[in-house]
């Protein structure tokens, strides 16, 4: 067989020429930039370069009567703790371990294979008395412990102390199921420190408006259709709200002897100002 002679030509390549700046030329000197470095990061330094600074102690202020205080170790609620407007038994389940069990206030697990009962309960004293429960009072709610709780008024608190394992057990057999320590203050705390720019006043009750009978007394002629009238106070309304400029209207029945009668008007306006004014008028 003839051979078939094939000729390879290649092309020659022709590169871009770049030309590198001198300064990147340089090499680079590792020690002299690490040392660079360091006296920038002074943190970097070796540990025996640097001069340390004395200890400092951190210590957080308390704002409750801390000699008080049963155990290091326990769980503490201050009235800071305690949300405006909020109940006591929200602020309790809010330490861990406390929970609520078949609608009973527990510490940690049942002790026994049945359910949860009140005497499964923690131990409440209030200033190292034991607060007398009763049964659950508020809607839907069994646990003596968190209605006792519940009906607390969290600015009357100094602070709430929760005792567990250990320290619990020093109070005895009962004290097995956990500790609630209840600390009252001394002094109520201030009404307006959560707000010092809103005008506060402080009333003395809230009351319901109270039913009074009205006595129809137009047939004064009439001896038998007069009533016996022995009442003391004609005519009462607790709950008007008026808006400005608002005028607001009362009828109510005199007794049927003439006599002196007293009025006494009451309130309070939008920017908490008192409004007292008390006058005299005659029925004939």
């Known amino acids: ?93 809010g330490i861990s371990g406390l929970h609520v069990s078949q609608g009973y206030l527990l510490i940690g697990g049942l002790s026994s294979m049945r359910g949860p009962a009140a005497i499964d309960e923690p131990l409440i004293l ?71 720019a809103i005008p506060v006043f402080i009333a003395r009750g809230i009351s319901d408006s109270p039913t009074f009978p009205e006595v129809n007394t137009f047939a004064k002629n009439s001896a038998s259709l007069t009533p016996v009238d022995k009442r003391s106070t004609i005519f009462w309304e607790g709950g008007i709200l008026l808006k400005p400029s608002e005028t607001k209207t009362f009828n109510f029945y005199t007794s049927s002897i003439p006599a002196n009668y007293k009025a006494t008007i009451s309130g309070v306006t939008s920017r908490g100002d008192v409004i007292y004014k008390s006058f005299t008028f005659k029925s004939r």
């Open 126 to 196: 209030v200033n190292g008395a034991q607060a007398a429960l009763g049964a659950g009072s508020g809607i839907g709610e069994t646990s003596p412990a968190l209605s006792f709780l519940n009906s607390l008024n969290g600015r009357e608190i100094d602070f709430i102390e929760v005792l567990k394992g250990t320290d619990a057990s020093n109070y005895g057999v009962r004290g097995g199921n956990g500790v609630i320590l209840i600390n009252m203050a001394v002094n109520r705390k201030d009404l307006s420190r959560a707000l010092p």
């Open 1 to 93: 067989a003839g051979k078939k002679q094939v000729k390879f030509i290649v092309n020659p390549l022709k590169w871009p020429k770049f030309k590198t700046p001198a300064v990147f030329k340089q090499q680079l000197i590792p020690e002299a930039s690490l040392k660079k470095f360091r006296s920038i990061y002074a943190d970097t330094e070796p540990i025996n370069a640097v001069k340390k600074l004395p200890t400092v102690q951190v210590r957080g202020k308390t704002n409750y009567d801390e000699s008080k205080r049963v155990s290091k170790n326990s769980a503490i609620i201050t009235s800071d703790g305690i949300p405006e407007g909020g109940n006591v038994g929200n602020a309790v389940l």
